[in-house]
């Protein structure tokens, strides 16, 4: 009766997992991956640097509630993240567009530089067909202000790393968790309840068509120069494959060697050609992938809960996930409490 099954050791799952061990449920964490942590995962390379294998996630939110959860996990290092775009001269300017920016490129080339070639090899769609909700993630900017999250109250990064946060999370004498474990719909009749981050359309065998993702190729390279760039993310403006590059010591703990730096440059691809690897669900203008996402969604199936961005076919920043994982989790609770 009290047993729950989570698959998919992400922040949706293993905060899910936290809550239910806690509130007295048996949960059982499998991923299919060998690693806990989701696409938060990171880890030292062999120069003492501290990567984030699936792309840089920078903590950042308003949410009290999703914040003082975290801190049960992890002390912070305080963080702003700045980024810059590079020019085809060389120059670097920062984004998002501020005053300046505007100044050096011409408010009138705004779109062109910086919002056109990096959206369209993102989307591999034309700037057109690309919903405005993403576009307008990165807003233009009136004042001289450098943050890339000018308004958010908490921003920060877990002082140990993600991966080590995700070991305090996930250490209770009521979670067990197992890597290297592809869910199975045989094992769901051993649990009361399966909350389920795998994609949503890939658990129902795809029966309405596959829903598309972006995801993205990962290159690294190590350069022995104490530091090349003054921030830690830089974005291309040109029309070559790549979107941008991070430069992982830049973020606060990350590394400190003045002899070597490491880099990690991105490359957009559909999923398909990056080992089903699903990162960003593709917001086309016309919402079709929704629709289909939609046929998903209302399928009855009462023994489970979707969760995160693969479950919801969404994109969800960590705290996003967290918050939903916590009113997931209440709203869990209070049913069986009826
Ligand atoms: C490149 C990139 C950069 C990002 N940067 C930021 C950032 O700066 N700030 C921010 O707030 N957010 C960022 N995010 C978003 C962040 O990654 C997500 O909010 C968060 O990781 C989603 O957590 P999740 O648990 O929903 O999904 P995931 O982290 O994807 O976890 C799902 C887990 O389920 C497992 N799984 C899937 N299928 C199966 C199966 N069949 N059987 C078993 N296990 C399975 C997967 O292996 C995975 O570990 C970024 C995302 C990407 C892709």
């Not at 993102?122 to 807003?139: F, G, Q, T, Y």
């Not at 109250?153 to 067990?176: N, V, W």
């Not at 494959?241 to 490491?262: A, C, L, M, Q």
């Amino acid at each position: 009766m009290s047993r729950i099954l989570i698959v998919g050791a992400g922040f949706s799952g293993a905060v899910v997992a936290r809550e239910l061990a806690e509130a007295g449920f048996s949960v059982d964490v499998i991923d299919k991956r060998d690693h806990i942590g989701g696409n938060a995962f990171d880890f030292e390379n062999e120069h003492g640097i501290r990567i984030h294998k699936y792309g840089p996630h920078l903590f950042h939110t308003s949410n009290e509630k999703v914040f003082r959860f975290l801190s049960r996990f992890t002390e912070w290092i305080p963080y702003r993240h700045r980024v810059k775009a590079m020019l085809s001269d060389g120059r670097l300017v920062t984004l998002p567009v501020n005053r300046i920016t505007k100044e050096i490129v011409g408010a009138e080339n705004v779109v062109d530089t910086f919002i056109r070639p990096y959206s369209e090899k993102m989307w591999a769609l034309p700037l057109e067909k690309i919903s405005p909700d993403i576009i307008n993630r990165v807003p233009v900017r009136d004042d001289e202000n450098e943050d890339y999250f000018p308004d958010d109250i908490y921003q920060c990064m877990p002082k140990d790393g993600y991966t080590a946060m995700f070991e305090r999370i996930l250490s209770h004498p009521k979670i067990h968790v197992q890597l290297n474990t592809v869910f199975e719909r045989s094992r769901e009749q051993e649990y009361y309840h399966v909350f389920n981050s795998m994609p949503i359309d890939e658990y129902y065998d795809f029966q309405f068509g596959p829903l598309p993702y972006r995801s993205l190729k990962f290159h690294h390279v190590n350069i022995p120069a104490p530091k090349i760039f003054p921030v830690s993310q830089v974005n291309f403006t040109h029309n070559g494959p790549h979107t941008r590059v991070v430069e992982w010591k830049n973020i606060p703990g990350h590394g400190d060697k003045d002899i070597i730096t490491s880099l990690t440059y991105e490359e957009p691809c559909d999923y398909k050609e990056n080992n089903n690897e699903r990162y960003y669900p593709v917001k086309d203008n016309d919402g079709i992938n929704r629709a289909v996402y939609n046929q998903y969604r209302v399928i009855d199936n009462p023994k489970v809960t979707f969760i995160g961005r693969l479950g919801q076919y969404v994109y969800l920043d960590m705290h996003q996930c967290v918050n939903a994982a916590l009113v997931v989790a209440e709203q869990f609770k209070q049913k069986q409490n009826k």
